[in-house]
DNA sequence: CAATTATTTCCATTATTCTGGAAATATGGA
DNA sequence: TCCATATTTCCAGAATAATGGAAATAATTG
């Protein structure tokens, strides 16, 4: 992931519709969401909604699959994974010390039942 | 931190010359940099440079401290961190096992002396 | 094959953001 | 006080993004 890649990807996750409908998937978790399921959750014409995943995929934070009449859309976490490392790297590099708070808060939220070291 | 102020953060990071900036702030640590300093590394003019460091500031991402006769900026942490936080709140409530490799791969990024339990 | 359902693509309008010249503000120094 | 330096604010043109109606594509059903 360059800094390219991560203008795109926050681009992607920086308009209300977006962010909405990528959290709503990353709740959905394995199982994912079809289209049009998203957009009734969220309120939004179908085509608005579509032009809407079309940019997270094209951002490689979600990927679909056709299933029937319907396309189900999931999270592709490695992309997900890549923007937040990417976010992170230079603060580390640059001052390990402000990174430790930041897991700190992360790793509770993250996995409740992992003990820190 | 809310789903609009998440959007307004996003927003912020996401374009080019603002990200450029953040970075340059984060590697430059809690030294921080004066306006002239990032106008002049990202090669921008300094009207357009500040315009973009008032969005970045408004979204809580970078904050600001007259020095003489120049401005310093400096990283507001608390604020990267609430944005992280919140990319990552619904991911490992929905599905922690998606959380745990994220983690794995900010851990030694972060915090290479650490160990996990 | 015709009808139905699900979604996308095309396209034009509206809204927002980006950009930088010129003027304004703020500080420090002679 | 006058001048130089540092930065911001004002403003308007250019570029980009968001929106949704209508038509197109794709799959299933009778």
Redesign the pocket.
Known sequence: MDINDAVASL?AL?????LSAFRLLVRAGGEGM????I?RALQ????????????LQQAGLIY?E????????RVEFSGVRALLGFLVEDCCQGSPEVCAPLLEQLLPECCPGEVRA
């Open positions: 681009s920086a308009q209300y519709s977006r079809v289209a049009g399921d957009a939004v014409p179908n085509n608005t909604l579509s032009a809407h995943l079309s940019v679909s056709r299933e029937g009449r319907s396309i189900r859309y």
